[in-house]
């Protein structure tokens, strides 16, 4: 409801973002680096260390990261009451990678959370200026019927814009606020 609502287009996102905003203020203050443990260091920070470590090249690349996803049962595992494993605790109603009777089915992942993705999703994504900084996950793609390319991809995109706008005012403005990137990374 709220994504078609024009009370929260564009033009007001500053104004449906008091948090955003707020951890944007703490940053160019130096609070953020002086307190790491902070709610700011977990979205926001996360957000400028990815546009920080994104790979730029001299050519376009015919290659497509998988967006936000993880790694099914690399990074997370989920075990519901009936033994199965699923990518992570996020995904209610998805095909499991296994079970804790016979470990976790290599195929079932390749199948479900890499080809399957691929196939529904490269068509779209590949056309968005966002792909590589896309913190979209499984999560909200999967539904009763399976795997299919749905979610907020204005939302999302609009973030990464308002991210990569901030990255760009704090390094001309206050490059020095910046060097707490240099001994950050994404695990």
Same mark, same amino acid.
């Given at each position: ?10 033009a ?25 443990g ?11 260390i ?23 049962? &690399?990074?997370?595992?989920?075990v #519901?009451?009936? /033994? ?7 995904? %209610? $109603?998805?095909?499991? *990678? ?11 992942v390749?199948?479900?959370?890499v ?21 979209? &996950?499984?999560?909200?793609?999967? #539904?009763?019927? /399976? ?7 204005? %939302? $999302?995109?609009?973030? *990464? ?27």
């Amino acid at each position: 409801m709220l994504k078609n609502n024009p009370k929260y287009h564009r033009a007001t996102i500053d104004q449906i973002d008091p948090l955003g905003n707020w951890q944007r203020s703490k940053v160019m203050e130096g609070i953020f680096i002086e307190n790491k443990g902070s709610i700011e260091a977990s979205g926001l920070g996360m957000s400028l260390i990815k546009i920080n470590d994104r790979y730029i090249g001299d050519m376009p690349s015919e290659q497509y990261p998988l967006n936000g996803c993880c790694v099914p049962g &690399c990074r997370r595992l989920y075990v #519901n009451t009936n /033994g199965d494993f699923l990518p992570c605790e996020r995904i %209610g $109603t998805c095909p499991n *990678i296994g079970n804790v009777d016979t470990g976790i089915s290599y195929e079932r992942v390749k199948k479900y959370y890499v080809d399957e993705y691929c196939e529904k999703s490269i068509k779209k994504c590949s056309n968005c200026w966002a792909i590589r900084l896309c913190s979209m &996950c499984y999560a909200g793609r999967y #539904n009763d019927d /399976g795997f299919e390319n749905i979610g907020n991809c204005d %939302g $999302t995109r609009r973030e *990464i814009e308002k991210n990569l706008i901030f990255y760009h005012q704090l390094l001309e403005s206050n490059p020095e606020k910046m060097d707490f990137l240099r001994d950050t990374y994404l695990v």
